[in-house]
C-alpha cells in the first residue's frame, strides 16, 4: 500500500500560490462546507474542494446514479449506475480514493425546511449546486437569517452563471445582493432544464471552478476579492455578462424585511427532476422499513426488478420506475404527471 504523503507534500503546488501559501491551507484543513445537489456542478465542486484540501465536507442530494449522468458528472461510473447508489454515496466513495485524509459526511436526502439546519448549521460555506429554484430560495431564506455565506452556480446547455451571497450583518465581509435581491420571485411558467436544453459538460465545470475559486478565497479570509457581481457565461456563442449585486436592496423582503416564506415552507410543491422524465414525492417524510417493503411487494405480479439495499429500494410497474428512500421519499421516473405520481406511490408505498 502506498504511503499516504504528508500535508505539506500533497497540497505542495497549492501552497506555493502567493494566494494560498501555509496559511491558507491550515484553514482550508479547518474548514467545513456544505455542497447542496451533488449532480453535474456539485460532483465537480465537490472533487475540486476534496483535491483542495477542505477539512470537512457535507454532501446532500436526495437522487441515484444513473447511466445518463455520466456525459458531465465527473465523480460517477459505470459501476455507479448499474447499483444506482445515491449520488452523495457514490461521490464519497469516490473522494475517499483519492484524499482520505478529509472527513466527508453525507445526507441522501431532499433539502427542505424541516431539515435545512439539521445539515448547514455547522457549515462555514454553503455551495448551491441544486437543480432546481425551490431549494435554492429556500438556501437564501436560510442564510438570510443565519447570516451564513453561500455561492449560487447553475449551468444549462452552454451557460453558466455564478454569484456570492454575503448576508449581513457580520464583521468579516460587506454584505452583498441576496438571490430575492436580485430576482424576488422564482421564475413562473416553462424553465429550461437538461431535459429540454441539453447540457454541456464544459458550462458545468466552469461554473463550478468560478464556484471553488470563490470559496476558496473566503475560507482563506480574503473577502475583499471574491466577486460582486451575478456572472453568466454562454460558452457556444462566446457571450458574457455581469449584473452588480455589491449591495442589498432596501426593500428587499427577504435581506430587508426578514420575510422566509421559503424557509417557512407553506405549500412546497412536488419537483420535477433534471435530466429525467421523473416527479419527486417528498411530502411523506416518515421511516420506512425497505427490507419488509421489499418482501411485500415481491407478492404483487405487476411488478418488475424489485432491489433494495441500505439506502434505497427500486422496482418497476410498467414503464415507471419507482425509487424509494428510508425516509419515505420516492422518485418516480417514467411520468411528469403529478397525479400518475402520487397514485403509485399511494398504492405501492402507502399514503
Excluded at 459501476?79 to 472527513?103: G, M, Y
Excluded at 452556480?153 to 450583518?169: F, H, K, S
Aim: glycine share 6%; proline share 5%; charged share 20%.
Amino acid at each position: 500500500m502506498p504511503q499516504v504523503s504528508s500535508i505539506h507534500d500533497r497540497y505542495s503546488r497549492q501552497i506555493l500560490f502567493p494566494g494560498i501559501g501555509s496559511r491558507g491551507q491550515e484553514l482550508l484543513a479547518q474548514a467545513r462546507v456544505a455542497v447542496v445537489g451533488v449532480g453535474a456542478t456539485g460532483a465537480a465542486s465537490a472533487s475540486l474542494l476534496a483535491r483542495a484540501g477542505i477539512g470537512h465536507l457535507t454532501l446532500i442530494d436526495r437522487d441515484f446514479v444513473e447511466f445518463s449522468n455520466l456525459q458531465r458528472q465527473i465523480l460517477f461510473d459505470e459501476a455507479d449506475a448499474q447499483a444506482a447508489l445515491p449520488k452523495a454515496e457514490a461521490a464519497r466513495r469516490k473522494i475517499a480514493l483519492f484524499n482520505s485524509s478529509i472527513v466527508v459526511e453525507t445526507a441522501i436526502a431532499d433539502l427542505v425546511p424541516a431539515n435545512v439546519s439539521e445539515y448547514l448549521q455547522s457549515a462555514d460555506l454553503i455551495l448551491d449546486c441544486t437543480d432546481n429554484f425551490e431549494t435554492r430560495y429556500l438556501l437564501n431564506d436560510y442564510a438570510v437569517r443565519e447570516a451564513k455565506p453561500w455561492i449560487y452556480a447553475a449551468a444549462i446547455g452552454a451557460y453558466a452563471a455564478t454569484m456570492n451571497i454575503l448576508p449581513a450583518p457580520s464583521a468579516k465581509w460587506e454584505p452583498t445582493a441576496c438571490l430575492a435581491c436580485i430576482f424576488p420571485a422564482p421564475p413562473s411558467g416553462p424553465v429550461e432544464t437538461c431535459d429540454t436544453a441539453g447540457i454541456l459538460s464544459t458550462a458545468v465545470n466552469l461554473a463550478a471552478s468560478i464556484q471553488t475559486t470563490e470559496a476558496l478565497k473566503f475560507l482563506t479570509g480574503q473577502t475583499s476579492l471574491m466577486r460582486r457581481t451575478l456572472l453568466s457565461h454562454e460558452l457556444w456563442t462566446n457571450q458574457r455578462s455581469e449584473i452588480a449585486t455589491g449591495r442589498p436592496l432596501s426593500d428587499c423582503p427577504v435581506c430587508s424585511d426578514r420575510v422566509f416564506t421559503h424557509l417557512a415552507g407553506t405549500a412546497r410543491p412536488h419537483i420535477t427532476l433534471c435530466g429525467r422524465n421523473s416527479v419527486q414525492i417528498h411530502e411523506h417524510h416518515r421511516p420506512l422499513d425497505l427490507a419488509a417493503l421489499q418482501a411485500t411487494l415481491a407478492k404483487n405480479p405487476d411488478l418488475q426488478d424489485i432491489r433494495a439495499n441500505a439506502m434505497l429500494l427500486r422496482f418497476r410497474r410498467d414503464s415507471n420506475t419507482i425509487t424509494v428512500f428510508p425516509d419515505g421519499r420516492a422518485l418516480i421516473q417514467g411520468t411528469t404527471d403529478i397525479s400518475t405520481a402520487r397514485t403509485l406511490y399511494a398504492r405501492y408505498i402507502g399514503s
